[in-house]
């Protein structure tokens, strides 16, 4: 077993990846979000809605990058 203080070592990109992630929900989801409305629909839908499209897509990404990187070496 290695002298690692921590369980599972994460790669660089998806730390910053989560950390990201996290501080958009954060942001995105406080509640003055609630009552500020773009075309109608309020910021938090708009929101979520990125967050659907934008998170998986990211991820895939980074996979992607990942493994060419991986490959090359």
């Known amino acids: 077993m290695s002298n690692s203080k921590n369980w599972f070592r994460i790669p660089l990109r ?4 989560l950390i990201g992630l996290i501080g958009y929900v954060v942001a995105i989801f406080l ?3 609630y009552d ?3 075309l109608n ?6 929101g ?3 967050l659907f499209l934008l998170a998986p897509i ?3 990404i980074l996979t992607l990058a990942e ?3 991986r490959k090359d070496n």
């Not at 629909?41 to 708009?46: E, K, P, R």
């Open 14 to 17: 998806d730390g910053l990846f």
């Open 58 to 60: 990211t991820g895939i």
């Open 31 to 33: 509640p003055w979000s």
């Open 41 to 46: 629909i309020s910021l938090l839908a708009w």
């Open 48 to 50: 979520a809605g990125l």
């Open 36 to 38: 500020i409305k773009i």
């Open 67 to 69: 493994k060419s990187r």
